[in-house]
């Protein structure tokens, strides 16, 4: 349709209509049933005001969606179809890994391919929008949610998040066989203070700026068709009513033209933050900062009509807002068909299939991350005996807390990958993921242990049995699915005690141990790292993790995750991560020094256990000295930086080179390195490649003092090398 067609249909709307349209309401409310997700919302809606609704979340399959958009449609003043949303984080039924995971993989392939295939599944079953990407910096590995973000670093969040946009939103004008893209949570939501769900968060304009912004700019910048607003306070004002931040910040300074939804019922919580005191004036805030769209709270279709005709709000912020909305819409092409070719689609040849799984098990490999291989533990070799041991041997909760469509049950569990293998394998559960009676709250399932303690003793013990009997043993430990995700801050961020048993009992009796851990989070894994000899990090892997797991146990595939988050050495550190500011009392490698004053912890190092970019491979790779190809660069011009890697190892495998800047002396005090490239160089044995970049001056921009963004001349040094922590630096000058 037209733009002037679209202005045309607005002017003809009345009202109460066009309040409507700017209404998102849970398909529970058309089902009875509970919320999809997020607090329990006292609707308060009347029966024909449910009817006027411009867009549903929640809403699941191609029969379900038709049937409500054909009866909505009719019901509808103009009949203007309905927009429908959902929760689609990392794919709809083939599952792919958890969205940090993703991050690991330092690959836009893969964070494009993972947004692709689950655009196309889910726009195939009828589906409009995803509430994704996600793309919140996160540091502190307390919050449940960091599972859904890249990670904590502002340069590949930005990489990951354009990817997954494009991914999601594919090339098509109306995103055809796509889905739009929904960029959440505007903004900072990642940085709740004590790492607690929904908390406030404080931060200074610059650190907003320069850390937390640029990964939504690169969504925008991507074309992403909407943005999320977040759920907390910044500078103690609900970022849902905050008109600085949507109007000044998002939409005039970021560009931002798509629609604006509230998270869920975060318009009717700015009464519980304290800054509005009915519902009317939640709505009021609400509008004048811009958001278009209410997601369940009701305050919209409760009090806007009321607010313009006591003249308390100009109906033109109305008339804008439904306008974004009408033209999302169209953009969709749901005006010429509402339901998106649902009529002559065979679902089924779409979604689930072989070709699916396969890049969800390619996505799994990429992401998973070797931290330790002791006198090359991994791979395995078939004709030795192993013992798989631990929880996550057979239970196939392994697709992440937002994977609401996946079905578990198709899921391959570890065992499954690893009998395909052919080799010599032993399995025990040994305990549950969960403590021995104890419950776990989710919003969709619960999950409870009902053994007891006795009962998980004697499963330990026989465990560790066979891990005696064994040439080798390889725990598959790590946290519950719903112990991650929204709503699961954790406090201890270490494995379940049930599980801490069973790493002691097998480890006593079998010091060839390896450890797979399963986790929404960095967890604190010390003692883990202590009593075992490889470690393989595999987050939540998704419909193929058993697959992908095996594969690279058994060396059919090549580990090459890197850590797109901090592994803190235990939770007293968090948030720990590699772009911290110097202090005036900085100690270079945060060993433990006899001067107390200076910026450490007394009783633990200042380092993490691993640090951000880390990760291993089954080969070797050396790098040469960093050249640049000048010594000074002016403004604007560009500075080539290149090294030479070299597989010095007997297997082919595949580096993340990854560079890193450093400014010397800046205005303000900068971050001691900052992420500005990276890229993969596949090697055979042998084999050397050179990894070339180009650097100017725009990639050394930061706020000044004066709160300009600009670089600043003066010294910088820049490193390549194979993680954050690398010594390979050069220096050079912007003049
Ligand atoms: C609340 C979450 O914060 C948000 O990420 C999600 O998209 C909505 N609920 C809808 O489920």
Redesign the pocket.
């Known amino acids: 349709m037209k733009e002037e067609k679209l202005r045309v249909l607005l002017k003809d709307m009345s009202l109460k209509e066009k309040i409507g349209q700017m209404m998102q309401l849970d398909v529970s409310c058309f089902r009875n049933e509970g919320p999809?997700?997020?607090s329990e919302v006292d609707q308060e809606i009347a029966g024909e005001d449910l009817t006027l609704a411009g867009s549903i979340?929640?809403a699941v399959g191609a029969e379900e969606i038709k049937d409500l958009q054909k009866r909505c449609m009719e019901k509808q003043p103009h009949h203007i179809p309905i927009v429908f949303m959902?929760?689609i984080i990392n794919g709809y039924k083939t599952i792919f890994p958890i969205p940090l995971a993703l991050g690991c993989t330092f690959s836009q392939e893969d964070a494009r391919m993972v947004g692709d295939i689950m655009a196309k599944e889910s726009a195939a079953d009828g589906l409009h929008v995803t509430?994704a990407p996600?793309v919140d910096l996160v540091r502190d590995a307390r919050w449940g949610?960091v599972m859904?973000s890249t990670g904590e670093d502002p340069y590949l969040n930005s990489r990951m998040a354009e990817a997954m946009v494009w991914g999601i939103q594919g090339e098509g004008e109306h995103y055809e066989g796509h889905l739009g893209a929904?960029t959440?949570?505007f903004a900072a939501?990642g940085a709740p203070t004590a790492g607690k769900e929904y908390n406030n968060v404080e931060l200074s304009e610059r650190t907003l700026r320069e850390d937390y912004l640029p990964s939504y700019q690169a969504a925008i910048d991507a074309g992403s068709a909407m943005v999320?607003t977040?759920?907390n306070t910044l500078d103690r004002i609900p970022a849902t009513g905050n008109q600085w931040l949507m109007r000044k910040i998002l939409r005039e300074e970021m560009g931002f033209d798509g629609v604006l939804v509230s998270?869920?019922n975060a318009i009717g919580e700015l009464m519980t933050h304290g800054v509005a005191e009915d519902k009317k004036e939640a709505a009021r805030q609400a509008l004048e900062a811009g958001i278009d769209l209410d997601?369940m709270s009701g305050c919209y279709i409760g009090g806007l009509e009321e607010l313009v005709k006591e003249g308390k709000i100009r109906e033109e912020l109305i008339d804008e807002a439904v306008l974004r909305i009408l033209r999302l819409k169209n953009r969709l092409g749901l005006f010429e068909d509402p339901y998106r070719g649902l009529e002559d689609q065979d679902t089924a040849r779409e979604i689930f299939t072989e070709e699916n799984r396969a890049k969800a098990r390619k996505a799994a490999v990429d992401s998973m991350v070797l931290l330790e291989n002791q006198e090359g533990f991994l791979p395995l070799k078939k004709e030795e005996k192993v013992a798989f041991i631990g929880p996550f041997v057979e239970d196939k909760h392994i697709l992440g807390a937002w994977s609401f469509f996946g079905d578990i049950e198709q899921a391959v569990a570890c065992c499954q990958g690893i009998k395909e293998k052919g080799a010599q394998a032993v399995f025990e559960r040994g305990c549950g993921m969960v403590n021995p009676g104890q419950t776990l709250y989710g919003f969709r399932y619960n999950m409870t242990n009902t053994e007891s303690w006795e009962e998980i003793d004697a499963l330990i013990e026989r465990a560790a049995k066979t891990a005696a009997d064994c040439d080798k043993v390889v725990l598959l430990i790590g946290e519950a699915p719903i112990q991650t995700g929204?709503g699961s801050s954790r406090g201890d961020i270490t494995i379940p005690e049930a599980q801490k048993k069973l790493l002691d009992a097998v480890t006593k009796v079998n010091k060839n141990t390896a450890a797979v851990i399963f986790a929404g989070r960095p967890l604190d894994i010390r003692d883990v790292k202590e009593k075992t000899k490889a470690i393989l990090y595999a987050w939540m892997p998704g419909t193929e993790g058993g697959h992908a797991v095996a594969d690279i146990l058994y060396g059919d595939a090549e580990p090459q995750g890197r850590l797109s988050m901090s592994l803190p050495w235990s939770v007293g550190q968090v948030p720990v991560f590699y772009g911290e500011l110097s202090t005036g009392r900085h100690i270079e490698d945060g060993e433990w020094v006899e001067n107390r004053f200076l910026s450490r912890y007394s009783d633990m190092p200042n380092q993490p256990l691993y640090p951000f970019g880390y990760g291993l491979g089954y080969t070797e790779f050396s790098y040469s000295e960093v050249r640049l190809d000048k010594e000074e660069i002016r403004m604007g011009e560009p500075l080539q930086v290149s090294v030479t890697v070299k597989n010095t190892g007997s297997r082919r495998g595949t580096e993340t080179v990854q560079l890193y800047v450093t400014d010397k002396v800046g205005s303000v005090a900068r971050p001691m390195r900052q992420l500005k490239g990276f890229t993969k160089l596949t090697l055979e044995p042998g084999e050397s490649k050179d990894a070339v970049f180009d650097l100017t001056s725009e990639d050394l921009r930061f706020y000044t003092r004066s709160m300009e963004y600009k670089a600043e001349p003066g010294d910088f040094i820049v490193w390549v090398g194979a993680n954050s922590r690398t010594k390979n630096g050069k220096k050079f000058k912007l003049r």
């Open positions: 999809v997700t997020g979340l929640g959902a929760d509430f996600m949610r859904e929904c959440k949570h939501y999320m977040s759920f998270d869920y997601m929204e």
